[in-house]
Structure formats: C-alpha cells, structure tokens
C-alpha cells in the first residue's frame, strides 16, 4: 500500500471544514506558496493543544493562518496565540482568515525576521508552553534553541517539514537548510533536555517535549 493511499483514506475520513477550505481558497486567490500543514497534522495541532491544556502558544511562520487556527481552536479561554511573520501581507491575510474563523481576539501578530521577534519577547519576559515552527528551515536549529529559552518544562515544541519534500534522506543534499533540519531532527529525537519524536507521515512533523 502506498504512503499516498493512506494519506488519502485517513483525509477520507476527516469531517469537511469550511473554516480550513476557506483559508486555502484565500491562499489560492492570493497567489501564495500553497504549503500549509497536511490537514491530519493541523487535527494534531489542536489536539495537542486542548491535550496539554496549554494557555500560551507561539507559532514561528503564519502563512495564510491554515496552522493558526488548527492552534488557536485548541485554546481554553483566556488562552493566546503569538504568531511570527516575516511578510505583512501574509500576517494580514493570516489575521483576516482568523477572525472570519470567530479566532480573531485570540492572536497576535509580530510581523518581521523572526529570529528579531524571539529576541523582544525574551526581552519582554514572555514565557511559552507550546512553540510550532513551520518558517525558514535554516533557523530550525535556532528557533529550537529559542523555544528551550521562552518555554518552562513540560512545554511542547513542534517542527514541521522534518523531510522536506525528501531532501533530508539524501545524502547527496549539502545545503545549509538541509543540513540544518538534519540537525534539528536529530536533537528534538536525542537532546537529553528533550522528549522527542518523528511522525514519518506526509512530510515528517517532529514533536518533544522539555523534561
Ligand atoms: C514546503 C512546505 C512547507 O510546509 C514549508 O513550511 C516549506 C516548504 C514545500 O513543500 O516546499
Ligand atoms: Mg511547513
């Protein structure tokens, strides 16, 4: 059985979500990098979310907002999501398809380099309990080492893309993004401060926790 025919009979089942179809559609329309996170990982996001009862979420890479919902739905009141972006329109589009999702108070936006938006919230005293990273595979490492210094132990990091369209298993691949979300993938799995796995499904979503 090929991983696509499973892929596809697990979607198969999912119930049809307007909300996700309208962000892709916005996507569409916009001429945007049509890359958001496979569908059964974006069930994952909230899952995991609501699962951990987390109240103080940071997502590195917006897109069109696509993530953004799948984390901001798994909020109890009162819970936050902190989105970073680096292009303001997509922020902008991320914001608007947010708010037609009835999501819209829950997030805010840092549009700018990321790696800059880390440094103010550390700066701010901001604490996180759950860090999804989806933004420039180069900076994995980096935005790693971020998420070990703004979340408490017990906070969930997540990384999307752990193969990147396959680049990662080949070894003939030497480039700095390839090389780094080898890196990436081999401490979220091995780094004694973490408890880490990789989900081989669609393109690899790596999950840990911070013991
Ligand atoms: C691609 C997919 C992603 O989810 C991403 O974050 C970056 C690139 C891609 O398929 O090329
Ligand atoms: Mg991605």
Same mark, same amino acid.
């Given at each position: 059985?090929?991983?696509?025919?499973?892929?596809?009979?697990?979607?198969?089942?999912?119930?049809?979500?307007?909300?996700?179809?309208?962000?892709?559609?916005?996507?569409?329309?916009?001429?945007?990098?049509?890359?958001?996170?496979?569908?059964?990982?974006?069930?994952?996001?909230?899952?995991?979310?609501?699962?951990? &009862? /987390?109240?103080?979420?940071?997502?590195?890479?917006?897109?069109? #907002?696509?993530?953004?919902?799948?984390?901001? !739905? +798994?909020? *109890?009141?009162?819970?936050?999501?902190?989105?970073?972006?680096?292009?303001?329109?997509?922020?902008?589009?991320?914001?608007?398809?947010?708010?037609?999702?009835?999501?819209?108070?829950?997030?805010?936006?840092?549009?700018?380099?990321?790696?800059?938006?880390?440094?103010?919230?550390?700066?701010?005293?901001?604490?996180?309990?759950?860090?999804?990273?989806?933004?420039?595979?180069?900076?994995?490492?980096?935005?790693?080492?971020?998420?070990?210094?703004?979340?408490?132990? &017990? /906070?969930?990091?997540?990384?999307?893309?752990?193969?990147?369209? #396959?680049?990662?298993?080949?070894?003939?691949? !030497? +480039?700095? *993004?390839?090389?780094?979300?080898?890196?990436?993938?081999?401490?979220?799995?091995?780094?004694?401060?973490?408890?880490?796995?990789?989900?081989?499904?669609?393109?690899?979503?790596?999950?840990?926790?911070?013991?």
């Amino acid at each position: 059985m090929e991983t696509k025919q499973r892929e596809q009979y697990a979607e198969s089942l999912a119930a049809h979500d307007a909300e996700l179809e309208r962000v892709k559609e916005g996507i569409r329309r916009h001429g945007m990098p049509e890359i958001s996170i496979a569908p059964g990982y974006g069930k994952l996001l909230t899952m995991l979310v609501r699962m951990t &009862g /987390a109240s103080r979420v940071l997502e590195i890479g917006a897109l069109g #907002g696509y993530s953004g919902i799948c984390l901001a !739905r +798994g909020l *109890a009141d009162g819970g936050t999501l902190t989105s970073l972006e680096l292009k303001p329109e997509y922020a902008a589009l991320a914001h608007e398809h947010l708010r037609q999702a009835g999501l819209g108070e829950k997030v805010e936006y840092r549009v700018g380099e990321a790696l800059d938006s880390l440094e103010q919230l550390g700066a701010e005293g901001r604490t996180f309990d759950f860090f999804f990273i989806d933004a420039d595979k180069g900076n994995y490492p980096n935005y790693l080492d971020w998420a070990l210094r703004l979340g408490k132990p &017990g /906070a969930i990091v997540i990384g999307d893309n752990a193969f990147m369209n #396959g680049k990662t298993l080949n070894e003939e691949e !030497r +480039g700095n *993004a390839v090389t780094q979300m080898r890196a990436f993938n081999a401490r979220m799995t091995g780094d004694p401060r973490l408890e880490g796995v990789l989900l081989p499904a669609y393109d690899g979503l790596t999950i840990a926790r911070f013991r």
